[in-house]
């Protein structure tokens, strides 16, 4: 597919159109700052914001709509299940509160941020139907557009896949130069899943690292702008994150140029401590 500029768009498997790169609202402060990034992002152009309830800044979103002359309707907006709301009414009581944040009376795409919490070790197959159950409800009902994963490998999409009516259209994975997650990746295209990326900037490490210092000169492009056109040309859906006003503007300007497969495939297997993704059945949360 080509990809013309940030507007472009994925079709999900129900038909859902997705803009290929969004606005990550991870560690963004829940607070002025929050607030007034959303903002210069929407005036930069994004119009998908990812955001979560484990993040605490859903208010942020919902202040910037509030404050900007963009209409709802023109932004895909995502949040998350959190790890403590993996039941059936509690998924439809902590989305009632996450739409009183973000001001609004849907979301364009819901997930579930884990599939294995730290309360729920012992019984997290029938804690996500349940979860699944109630987002399905909420999809059927317009209140979420679309409804998908985040951090699932295939053994809990197996699981989820045994009890589902409607299939997951996304999963959100860590993937960045260094950290790539074969067996998810295509194991979740395979079930007809859209992958989307978060971390594509490695947490800020990349930026350290003399391959990428390379790599980015050889194009005449940021370290950032580089990670995020390869996440693009994987055909994953990078949210990169920012706070300061000329970065969020320079990580749209990807749309331009393009890599190489030979420097695709070394960007791949930069070695920049970037940690790895965490093991959902081991997270301590």
């Known amino acids: 597919m080509e990809l013309k500029d940030q507007n472009s768009t994925y079709v999900l498997a129900n038909g859902v159109e997705i803009p290929c790169l969004g606005f990550g609202?991870?560690?963004?402060?829940?607070?002025?700052?929050?607030?007034?990034?959303?903002?210069?992002?929407?005036?930069?152009?994004?119009?998908h914001i990812d955001t979560a309830q484990a993040y605490r800044n859903e208010q942020c979103v919902g202040e910037a709509f509030r404050r900007c002359n963009v209409k709802r309707e023109d932004v895909f907006l995502t949040t998350k299940i959190w790890n403590d709301s993996?039941?059936?009414?509690?998924?439809?009581?902590?989305?009632?509160?996450?739409?009183?944040?973000?001001?609004?009376?849907?979301?364009?795409?819901?997930?579930?941020?884990?599939?294995?919490?730290?309360?729920?070790?012992?019984?997290?197959?029938e804690a996500n139907a349940e979860t699944w159950r109630a987002m399905e409800e909420l999809c059927k009902a317009g209140k979420a557009r679309a409804i998908g994963i985040s951090n699932f490998r295939k053994h809990h999409i197996d699981a989820l896949l045994e009890n589902a009516e409607i299939p997951?259209?996304?999963?959100?994975?860590?993937?960045?130069?260094?950290?790539?997650?074969?067996?998810?990746?295509?194991?979740?295209?395979?079930?007809g899943m859209l992958l989307e990326a978060y971390s594509p900037l490695g947490t800020g490490r990349i930026f350290e690292s003399a391959e990428m210092k390379d790599i980015a000169a050889k194009y005449g492009r940021s370290i950032a702008?580089?990670?995020i056109r390869w996440n693009l040309q994987r055909g994953y859906v990078p949210l990169p994150k920012s706070v300061t006003p000329s970065r969020i503007e320079e990580n749209l300007n990807v749309f331009d140029f393009e890599i190489s497969e030979d420097d695709m495939d070394y960007i791949a297997g930069i070695d920049a401590g970037v940690r790895n993704a965490s093991n959902p059945d081991a997270v301590p949360f």
């Open 168 to 191: 997951p259209m996304v999963n959100q994975i860590k993937h960045c130069p260094g950290v790539i997650q074969t067996e998810v990746e295509e194991y979740s295209r395979e079930k």
């Open 225 to 227: 702008q580089v990670c």
């Open 86 to 125: 993996h039941s059936y009414e509690l998924v439809k009581s902590s989305f009632d509160i996450s739409l009183q944040k973000l001001g609004t009376d849907y979301v364009d795409l819901l997930l579930i941020h884990w599939p294995n919490p730290q309360a729920l070790r012992d019984r997290w197959q």
């Open 25 to 47: 609202m991870w560690q963004t402060p829940s607070d002025e700052v929050g607030v007034n990034s959303v903002i210069a992002a929407l005036g930069a152009g994004y119009r």
